[in-house]
Protein backbone atom coordinates (compact mmCIF):
# COMPACT_ATOMS: atom_id res chain seq x y z
CA UNK A 1 0.00 0.00 0.00
CA UNK A 2 1.35 3.30 -1.19
CA UNK A 3 1.96 5.75 2.24
CA UNK A 4 1.68 9.67 1.16
CA UNK A 5 4.59 11.26 3.41
CA UNK A 6 1.99 13.12 5.70
CA UNK A 7 1.17 9.40 6.22
CA UNK A 8 4.95 8.18 7.17
CA UNK A 9 5.24 11.11 9.27
CA UNK A 10 2.34 10.07 11.51
CA UNK A 11 3.17 6.66 11.38
CA UNK A 12 6.56 7.53 12.86
CA UNK A 13 5.04 9.71 15.41
CA UNK A 14 3.25 6.42 16.71
CA UNK A 15 5.84 3.99 16.67
CA UNK A 16 7.94 7.03 18.83
CA UNK A 17 4.86 7.31 21.53
CA UNK A 18 4.73 3.46 21.51
CA UNK A 19 9.28 3.47 22.31
CA UNK A 20 8.36 6.29 24.90
CA UNK A 21 6.01 4.36 26.77
CA UNK A 22 7.91 1.51 26.50
CA UNK A 23 10.52 3.58 28.02
CA UNK A 24 8.41 5.01 30.60
CA UNK A 25 7.15 1.32 31.76
CA UNK A 26 10.81 0.61 32.19
CA UNK A 27 11.89 3.35 34.25
CA UNK A 28 7.81 2.73 36.52
CA UNK A 29 8.97 -0.65 36.95
CA UNK A 30 12.76 -0.81 36.86
CA UNK A 31 15.78 -3.50 36.33
CA UNK A 32 13.59 -6.73 36.50
CA UNK A 33 16.88 -8.63 38.08
CA UNK A 34 16.88 -5.85 40.70
CA UNK A 35 13.01 -6.58 41.94
CA UNK A 36 10.69 -9.02 39.90
CA UNK A 37 8.20 -7.97 37.81
CA UNK A 38 4.56 -9.42 38.62
CA UNK A 39 2.70 -11.32 36.06
CA UNK A 40 0.68 -8.19 34.98
CA UNK A 41 3.76 -5.74 35.04
CA UNK A 42 5.62 -8.44 32.75
CA UNK A 43 2.50 -8.88 30.48
CA UNK A 44 1.80 -4.73 30.00
CA UNK A 45 5.61 -4.65 29.29
CA UNK A 46 5.73 -7.27 26.54
CA UNK A 47 2.32 -5.89 25.05
CA UNK A 48 3.95 -2.13 25.16
CA UNK A 49 7.68 -3.62 23.82
CA UNK A 50 5.17 -5.88 20.98
CA UNK A 51 3.27 -2.32 19.80
CA UNK A 52 6.42 -0.52 19.45
CA UNK A 53 8.49 -3.08 17.69
CA UNK A 54 5.33 -3.85 14.81
CA UNK A 55 4.83 -0.40 14.72
CA UNK A 56 8.88 0.47 13.96
CA UNK A 57 8.90 -2.03 11.80
CA UNK A 58 5.88 -0.89 9.78
CA UNK A 59 7.07 2.56 9.37
CA UNK A 60 10.63 1.32 8.03
CA UNK A 61 8.79 -0.82 5.16
CA UNK A 62 6.54 2.06 4.37
CA UNK A 63 9.83 4.31 3.97
CA UNK A 64 11.28 1.70 1.79
CA UNK A 65 8.21 1.73 -0.49
CA UNK A 66 8.02 5.34 -0.52
CA UNK A 67 10.94 5.50 -1.20
CA UNK A 68 11.59 3.18 -3.97
CA UNK A 69 8.06 4.97 -6.17
CA UNK A 70 9.88 8.36 -5.55
CA UNK A 71 13.29 7.66 -6.81
CA UNK A 72 14.66 8.33 -3.56
CA UNK A 73 17.17 7.45 -1.34
CA UNK A 74 15.68 5.60 1.54
CA UNK A 75 17.88 7.11 4.04
CA UNK A 76 17.08 10.71 3.32
CA UNK A 77 13.52 9.90 3.13
CA UNK A 78 13.53 7.76 6.55
CA UNK A 79 15.89 11.35 7.98
CA UNK A 80 12.94 13.51 6.51
CA UNK A 81 10.25 11.76 7.78
CA UNK A 82 11.63 11.47 11.45
CA UNK A 83 12.62 15.55 11.45
CA UNK A 84 9.10 16.29 10.58
CA UNK A 85 7.63 14.02 12.83
CA UNK A 86 9.87 15.25 15.49
CA UNK A 87 10.39 18.43 14.53
CA UNK A 88 7.14 20.15 12.95
CA UNK A 89 8.18 23.42 12.89
CA UNK A 90 10.98 22.87 10.92
Request: hydrophobic share 35%; charged share 35%; no cysteine.
Amino acid sequence: MAHTFDELVEMQRAADAAQAKVEQLRDQYGPPTREPWSAQQTATYETAWRAWRDLARDVQAAVTEHAKEQGKARNDVEADVKKHSRHPED
